[in-house]
């Protein structure tokens, strides 16, 4: 009976896992969701705070930040196109000059199983760049991704479904 349980608390956990993992891809490759950045910077006493939306159409994905600055980023197979929508600048990057890619995969593909260290029934872990990043399940509606920047600022971002 015990080895019952326990292959059920197993088998209990990989379901909740797998759920949350599901669950946030879902929300990240919907065609429209909402999102808030808060950098939280301790030593100088800085809270910064960016909003803003994702839209995905056909292989396009659309980032814009509404606040603080007015941003448009533009993502396709092959480039990057960033619009300063206040300073009215445009700059392209292509794809493959770009040295890691890891940030892009997971906004067109979803979070990959594979990657995923440290998980639990809500929340995961992976590495890009030996630097950590938490991905937490909060609701069927929403996660959250935190991370410390290369300047050590933690930074969360809530995505939502609009």
Do not use: W
């Amino acid at each position: 009976m015990r080895l019952f349980n326990h292959l059920f608390i197993v088998f209990f956990a990989c379901n909740c896992f797998s759920y949350s993992v599901d669950s946030i891809n879902d929300l990240l490759l919907s065609n429209k969701m909402t999102f808030e950045q808060k950098s939280v910077n301790e030593v100088a006493n800085i809270t910064q705070i960016s909003e803003g939306e994702i839209f995905r159409k056909n292989d396009v994905i659309r980032i814009n930040i509404n606040t603080p600055f007015k941003e448009q980023y533009s993502i396709n197979e092959s480039y990057i196109e960033i619009n300063d929508l206040e300073f009215n600048q445009t700059k392209l990057i292509e794809i493959h000059s770009l040295q890691n890619q890891t940030l892009l995969s997971i906004l067109k593909l979803g979070f990959k199983t594979e990657d995923i260290k440290n998980q639990n029934s809500n929340s995961f872990s992976f590495n890009i760049d030996g630097k950590i990043v938490v991905v937490r399940y909060i609701s069927n509606k929403s996660f959250s991704v935190d991370y410390l920047d290369n300047l050590n600022i933690l930074n969360t971002i809530v995505f939502r479904e609009a």
